[in-house]
C-alpha cells in the first residue's frame, strides 16, 4: 500500500507528540548531539544511522539539518517502516537490531550513529552486542548518542520499578491511543497483521541500565571515551567516541 495512501505524513506529526510526551526534551536532546557532532568532527557528518528510528521524524530532522548527508534509518516494525518511508530523504532498512544482520545491509562509515528510546527493547547481552556492532560500522572519530532510560547509578534496571516520571501515564495513554487509532484504519490492517507477526513471542526487555553501564558497555565495545552528553529527568544520553 503507498504511504501516500496512507497519510503517513499524518501519523508522523501525531508520533512526535507522543515521543515528546515519553521525553519532554527531545528538541534539546537532538539539538545537544547535533552540536556535539559538529564540534567533534569539525563539519556537518557525511553519514547516519538512526536505529530503531520508527517512523522517521527523528531522521528526517537530521536530514534537514545536513542536507548532504545520507541519513539512513533502521526498523523492524511493519506499520512505522512503511511510515518512514514516505520520507525521500531517507534511506529506511527493516532489520533486527538484536541480531548481526543489519550491519550488512547498513555497510560503513558513519559518522553519526543514534538511538532514540530504543535499546530499553533488548536485553544487557544484545545491548552490549549492539555497541560492539556500531562501532565495526562507524568510522573512526565517529560519534554514538545512545538516548533512553538511564537512572542515577544504583536505581534498580528495570524500568517497571522505577518511580513514575511526571507526565508519564499521559504518554503512555497517548500511545495506546495512537496505535489504537492507526489499527482501526482500514488501509492500516494488513500493516498490523504483519506486526503482530514481527512481534509475536518478543518481549520487549525493558533494560534501563544507568549511564555507568552504558559507558563502561561502550568501552568495552572499543569506544575510546563515553559520558553523559545530555540528561532530562531519568531520560539521559551517552555519547561515545568512536
Ligand atoms: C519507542 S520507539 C522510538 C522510535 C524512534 N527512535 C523515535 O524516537 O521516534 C522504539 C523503536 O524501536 C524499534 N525496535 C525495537 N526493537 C527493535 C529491534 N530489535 N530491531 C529494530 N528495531 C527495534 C521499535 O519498532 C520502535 O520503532
Redesign the pocket.
Known amino acids: 500500500m503507498p504511504s501516500t495512501v496512507l497519510d503517513s505524513a499524518r501519523w508522523r506529526t501525531s ?1 512526535d507528540e507522543v ?1 515528546t510526551g ?1 521525553v519532554p526534551g527531545l528538541s534539546s536532546l537532538e539539538e545537544s548531539w547535533a552540536t556535539a557532532t559538529e564540534a567533534v568532527l569539525g563539519r556537518h557528518p557525511r553519514c547516519v544511522l ?6 522517521g ?2 531522521a528526517a530532522r537530521m536530514a534537514s539539518r545536513w542536507p548532504s548527508a545520507r541519513v539512513t534509518m ?4 511493519p506499520v ?1 517502516l512503511t511510515m518512514a518511508r514516505s520520507c525521500p530523504a531517507l534511506t529506511v532498512l527493516d ?4 541480531e548481526g544482520e543489519w550491519t550488512l545491509a547498513a555497510g560503513d562509515g558513519y559518522d553519526l550513529v543514534t ?4 535499546v530499553h ?2 536485553r544487557p547481552e544484545r545491548i552490549r552486542a549492539l555497541y560492539r556492532r556500531c562501532r565495526r560500522v562507524m568510522s573512526p572519530g565517529g560519534l554514538l548518542v545512545v538516548a533512553d532510560v538511564m537512572p542515577d547509578d544504583g536505581l534498580p534496571a528495570v524500568m517497571g520499578a522505577l518511580n513514575p516520571a511526571p507526565g508519564e501515564a499521559a504518554a503512555e495513554l497517548a500511545w495506546a491511543q495512537w496505535w489504537g487509532e492507526v489499527a482501526s484504519s482500514p488501509g492500516f490492517r494488513p500493516l498490523m497483521a504483519a506486526r503482530s507477526e514481527v512481534f509475536a513471542g518478543r518481549v520487549p526487555a525493558n533494560f534501563a541500565g544507568d549511564v555507568g553501564w552504558h559507558a563502561a558497555a561502550a568501552r568495552s565495545a572499543g569506544f575510546r571515551e563515553a559520558g553523559v552528553l545530555w540528561r532530562d529527568g531519568r531520560h539521559a544520553a551517552l555519547a561515545a567516541l568512536s
Open positions: 508520533w515521543m515519553f538512526d536505529l530503531g528510528g520508527g517512523p521524524v527523528v533502521i526498523d523492524l516494525d512505522l532489520a533486527d537490531l538484536g538511538a532514540v528510546m530504543t527493547y533488548l
